[in-house]
């Protein structure tokens, strides 16, 4: 717990935005009555949803911006220590929110903790954090921009060499998924694809790395140059660049999210920098700043609030009420009166304001939890 520090609003807003997207793309009240833009593409292709967790990779980028400087003169072992810290304890939470709620009621024993799914997103987060980290810390600028070039193209280059011949981007050709099997094992993944097959597998992180560093270098042009004409245009810029090489590089390596392709990373990225832009002339510029405490009360406690929406929601799944879990009786109650993809969503915008009346209690007792 601590006193909060100083903001920079626009990326605060940006932030809390992608949390409590997150929290509703994860939240449905039913995965079987689902509008579009709500699912992930099946494959290659985009969709809104598949945008979140990227921005919000880049929104670790940008607060990274504004905290790295205070390293400078404390020495690397400071660095080390806090670094370190920050990435195991994010990846423990993660890990311990694949194994909760620890107990397996229709099995009616405990979850060892060796059959826990051990990638995930806060773990993904935590690992691009830890490693963007030291990039950041041990380059300059420019070293840093080749080093994520470096990054998105050796992902391209072993998706192609070492996987199937003639299909390497596939869900049965991905060489990513190999090693995944190798290291972590089949029960320790995710089986959403109903194959052992983990969007947050060992391989793929490497591109969304790439995704906290663009991240970074934008929020810290923003710190150098401030807020100004100048810097928006200069950010849209480079944000529609980004989608214009994304676009130009999908045919040779399809737009996909579930293995965080290049293109992947550059069009998210690119999509992330215009919409930084806008909010930037909004709220800095124009001053226009009466809607945003909403999206702020998730932006100043982000990661407490991901991970206690993803207790809550195994929590309602798991409650009985009736025949029904508890998730399931709440979500009849909105069926009751609307169509299922209505009531689905809105289950999951009422768990959103759940979680944001969560993090309004933390912000007006001042409360702000870091990781």
Same mark, same amino acid.
């Given at each position: 717990?601590?006193?909060?520090?100083?903001?920079?609003?626009?990326?605060?807003?940006?932030?809390?935005?992608?949390?409590?997207?997150?929290?509703?793309?994860?939240?449905?009240?039913?995965?079987?009555?689902?509008?579009?833009?709500?699912?992930? =593409?099946?494959?290659?292709?985009?969709?809104?949803?598949?945008?979140?967790?990227?921005?919000?990779?880049?929104?670790?980028?940008?607060?990274?911006?504004?905290?790295?400087?205070?390293?400078?003169?404390?020495?690397?072992?400071?660095?080390?220590?806090?670094?370190?810290?920050?990435? =195991?304890?994010?990846?423990?939470?993660?890990?311990?929110?694949?194994?909760?709620?620890?107990?397996?009621?229709?099995?009616?024993?405990?979850?060892?903790?060796?059959?826990?799914?051990?990638?995930?997103?806060?773990?993904?987060?935590?690992?691009?954090?830890?490693?963007?980290?030291?990039?950041?810390?041990?380059?300059?600028?420019?070293?840093?921009?080749?080093?994520?070039?470096?990054?998105?193209? =050796?992902?391209?280059?072993?998706?192609?060499?070492?996987?199937?011949?003639?299909?390497?981007?596939?869900?049965?050709?991905?060489?990513?998924?190999?090693?995944?099997?190798?290291?972590?094992?089949?029960?320790?993944?995710?089986?959403?694809?109903?194959?052992?097959?983990?969007?947050?597998?060992?391989?793929?992180?490497?591109?969304?790395?790439? #995704?906290?560093?663009?991240?970074?270098?934008?929020?810290?042009?923003?710190?150098?140059?401030?807020?100004?004409?100048?810097?928006?245009?200069?950010?849209?810029?480079?944000?529609?660049?980004?989608?214009?090489?994304?676009?130009?590089?999908?045919?040779?390596?399809?737009?996909?999210?579930?293995?965080?392709?290049?293109?992947?990373?550059?069009?998210?990225?690119?999509?992330?920098?215009?919409?930084?832009?806008?909010?930037?002339?909004?709220?800095?510029?124009?001053?226009?700043?009466?809607?945003?405490?909403?999206?702020?009360?998730?932006?100043?406690?982000?990661?407490?609030?991901?991970?206690?929406?993803?207790?809550?929601?195994?929590?309602?799944?798991?409650?009985?009420?009736?025949?029904?879990?508890?998730?399931?009786?709440?979500?009849?109650?909105?069926?009751?009166?609307?169509?299922?993809?209505?009531?689905?969503?809105?289950?999951?915008?009422?768990?959103?304001?759940? #979680?944001?009346?969560?993090?309004?209690?933390?912000?007006?007792?001042?409360?702000?939890?870091?990781?």
């Amino acid at each position: 717990m601590t006193n909060q520090p100083a903001r920079y609003l626009a990326l605060d807003v940006f932030r809390g935005m992608t949390v409590c997207l997150m929290i509703i793309v994860n939240s449905p009240g039913s995965w079987g009555h689902v509008y579009g833009p709500f699912l992930h =593409a099946p494959w290659h292709g985009l969709t809104p949803t598949d945008l979140v967790f990227p921005s919000f990779l880049f929104a670790v980028g940008n607060a990274m911006a504004f905290a790295m400087h205070k390293y400078t003169g404390q020495g690397s072992a400071i660095f080390w220590k806090k670094t370190l810290k920050r990435t =195991a304890l994010i990846f423990l939470i993660g890990y311990l929110l694949s194994w909760f709620p620890f107990y397996d009621f229709g099995q009616g024993a405990f979850i060892s903790p060796a059959d826990a799914r051990i990638p995930g997103v806060l773990q993904r987060i935590a690992l691009c954090y830890g490693i963007a980290s030291i990039i950041i810390y041990y380059t300059s600028r420019r070293t840093t921009v080749i080093v994520g070039a470096i990054l998105l193209l =050796a992902y391209w280059l072993i998706l192609y060499v070492a996987g199937t011949p003639g299909d390497p981007y596939s869900l049965t050709g991905y060489a990513g998924n190999a090693l995944d099997k190798w290291l972590i094992g089949d029960p320790r993944l995710y089986h959403g694809e109903g194959v052992a097959f983990d969007p947050e597998g060992i391989l793929s992180t490497l591109p969304a790395i790439v #995704n906290v560093i663009i991240g970074f270098l934008a929020g810290d042009f923003i710190r150098r140059r401030g807020n100004s004409y100048e810097t928006i245009a200069k950010l849209l810029l480079a944000g529609a660049a980004l989608i214009a090489v994304a676009l130009a590089w999908h045919p040779a390596f399809p737009i996909n999210k579930k293995i965080w392709t290049s293109s992947f990373t550059l069009v998210t990225t690119g999509i992330a920098l215009v919409v930084l832009s806008a909010l930037v002339y909004i709220i800095e510029l124009q001053a226009r700043r009466g809607w945003t405490y909403f999206f702020e009360v998730f932006g100043k406690n982000p990661l407490f609030i991901y991970a206690s929406a993803g207790v809550l929601i195994t929590i309602l799944y798991t409650v009985p009420v009736g025949d029904h879990s508890l998730l399931h009786a709440v979500y009849l109650f909105f069926a009751s009166f609307t169509p299922e993809k209505l009531a689905s969503l809105l289950f999951a915008i009422s768990f959103m304001l759940l #979680n944001w009346a969560i993090g309004y209690i933390l912000d007006r007792n001042k409360i702000y939890i870091k990781v």
